[in-house]
């Protein structure tokens, strides 16, 4: 059983010392998911957290928390916290900084809480993994839309977070519903699918011990299909993981990289690299700000329980939540990509023309694609492709690099198909996304 570290004490009058609780899931091989901050002690519900009832379907009988500051602002945003294995919403609330950050800028945080034995949340079966499907996520669904009728809360501004189990749920509700959710943080979780089961199990150890691995390709096709046919914008997605999380194991983050970076349409080399704190390592994908459509961060040396006081305010800033206003949208980059087909029974060509749409010259260039499942690259001009199939980099060649303030350059390249032909669906110009041509 991993050790558990204790969180910073809370300041405010009605904080006490917390601990942080590890408990034994009685399933399979019986380990602990684990997160940070239950109390040490039994303690009233403060009366600022409030408990809902008869909010809408809930088909796993959920519990609703709900914190409404005093300070609430006009069309507030709102966050979903969500709680790890044995905890439960109040335990959020009084083991993280949601609700003080909220006194601060306004916002509304909604607590769901786990009734079934485990306190686990159901991230495996097949009702969780599609949108509308039933179990725990159509309950926190009912949830939001119950804040937002009753607050007139700004339906573009919903976010979810949460640790462990409660990381594995953000996962899965940005999967099952990306119309609602804006950004998802996720701390020590999993892949959205990974934890699947069809044996009525909640606990799949292939995946906690990280032995779970699929293309970038694959992983996207698992989030696409919880939702078929969706066609709009995806959430953003902030990934949070320690290097010694004998839980979840750290494969898990590298995974669900590849998870949202395909699921975004981007390349999965980093816009960005940083070291934002001794023995963080951050990337950035599609884009180099704070509100990048992916950022990654792993904490060398560090377990399960990685929670730590202050990482509220990190993921406020990846939400956008840390100023007045809503979070404006990234923005596409400063190009243009037009993409055309021509297919047979097994094969395809594809015609790529890339756009400099800004006002300085592009000298070196890396355009990220994902070839829809089943295609793999045959051959290709213009540029140099790899790998063959899921997430590809196509690279400038020799006499192409230099991209001038309007000017293009046309690629392409051959492939076999399974059947479906199409087009790439998005492309970024060295990692930050471009616009359709």
């Known amino acids: 059983m991993p050790a558990t570290p204790h969180l910073t004490a809370r300041r405010r009058p009605r904080s006490t010392l917390l601990a942080l609780v590890a408990a034994l899931l009685p399933l399979l091989a019986a380990t602990v998911l684990t997160a940070p901050a239950a109390s040490a002690r039994e303690r009233a519900v403060p009366a600022t957290l409030t408990e809902v009832t008869n909010f809408g379907t809930n088909p796993s009988n959920l519990r609703m928390y709900l914190y409404v500051p005093e300070s609430v602002t006009p069309k507030p945003a709102v966050v979903v916290a969500v709680h790890w294995c044995t905890g439960s919403g109040p335990d959020v609330y009084n083991g993280t900084e949601y609700d003080t950050l909220a006194d601060q ?14 306190k686990c949340f159901d991230v495996s079966s097949p009702q969780a993994l599609r949108r509308g499907g039933g179990s725990d996520p159509v309950g926190i669904k009912s949830m939001i839309d119950w804040v937002t009728r009753t607050y007139d809360a700004d339906t573009g501004r919903v976010f979810a977070t949460g640790i462990s189990s409660g990381a594995m749920m953000t996962n899965v509700l940005l999967g099952d519903y990306p119309d609602v959710f804006a950004a998802g943080a996720a701390f020590s979780g999993v892949p959205f699918g990974c934890f699947a089961t069809t044996d009525g199990s909640e606990w799949n150890s292939a995946c906690s011990g990280g032995t779970v691995t699929r293309t970038p390709a694959e992983w996207g ?15 953003r997605m902030q990934i949070w993981h320690g290097t010694e999380d004998d839980v979840l194991r750290y494969p898990n983050f590298g995974e669900q990289i590849k998870q949202w970076t395909n699921v975004q349409g981007m390349s999965q080399t980093p816009a960005a690299t940083d070291t934002p ?24 040396g ?18 956008g939540l840390d100023r007045s206003g809503p979070a404006p949208q990234p923005q596409p980059g400063a190009c243009k990509v037009t993409a ?25 260039w890396k355009l990220g694609f994902t070839l829809p499942t089943g295609q793999t690259i045959t051959g ?29 350059v046309s ?27």
């Open 380 to 408: 290709g001009w213009g540029a140099t492709y790899a790998p063959s199939s899921g997430a590809v980099t196509a690279t400038n060649a020799a006499y192409n690099g230099s991209i001038a303030p309007g000017a293009s």
């Open 221 to 235: 096709d698992l989030v696409r299909g919880a939702y078929p046919g969706y066609t709009g914008p995806r959430p």
């Open 105 to 118: 800028y306004g916002f509304i945080v909604l607590y769901p809480s786990v009734t079934r034995s485990s």
């Open 302 to 319: 560090v377990g399960h329980n990685l929670y730590a006081h202050g990482m509220a305010s990190r993921v406020l800033t990846f939400f």
């Open 340 to 364: 055309a087909v021509n297919a047979w029974n097994t094969g395809l060509t594809a015609s790529v023309t890339l756009t400099n749409t800004g006002t300085t010259t592009v000298n070196g």
């Open 277 to 300: 704190q001794s023995g963080w390592t951050r990337t950035r994908y599609g884009g180099t700000g704070d509100r990048a459509p992916v950022e990654a961060i792993s904490l060398q």
């Open 411 to 437: 690629i392409g390249y051959q492939a076999s198909h399974g059947g479906n032909s199409a087009a790439p669906a998005a492309f970024t110009l060295n990692g930050t996304a471009c616009a359709a041509g």
